[in-house]
């Protein structure tokens, strides 16, 4: 029996092992940032890890931060990249608002456009998205 629980021990240990390499995998890669006009706030797209599989999706973030450094949002996006990275071209368009800053991403393997409406104060982000 002692020699089945230390089996079984070993083989969850392994496992936790294996898990945390994984998520060491996870790194996070600047792209690119776009400052608003006036200065006060900075919108940054990460890619979170690699491509999933080489026809697979990749994982990205956008942050929004004041320009004292403070956190405003963040927003966990995949990308249909056709197992490429994230890229600047992800980024079709920003459009800085009084309150709000929007966002247009694109993927390169379809014609999928989402579009983002991040506020400043911290509200709700809304999303759609359309077919061009």
Not at 93 to 105: F, K, M, P, R, S
Request: aromatic share 12%; proline share 2%; glycine share 10%.
């Amino acid at each position: 029996m002692k020699k089945i629980l230390c089996v079984f021990l070993a083989v969850l240990l392994l496992c936790g092992c294996v898990g945390c390499a994984e998520l060491e995998k996870l790194d996070v890669t600047f792209i690119v940032s776009h400052d608003s006009p006036d200065g006060e706030y900075t919108l940054s797209l990460y890619q979170v890890g690699s491509p999933q599989w080489s026809f697979g999706s990749v994982s990205g973030k956008l942050v929004l931060t004041r320009a004292d450094g403070t956190k405003v949002q963040e927003i966990e996006v995949s990308f249909d990249n056709d197992g490429g990275g994230v890229g600047e071209n992800n980024i079709v368009n920003v459009v800085w608002w009084d309150n709000y800053v929007e966002v247009e991403l694109r993927h390169f393997d379809t014609t999928r456009r989402n579009f983002y409406t991040i506020p400043y104060d911290g509200q709700e982000i809304t999303c759609s998205t359309t077919y061009v």
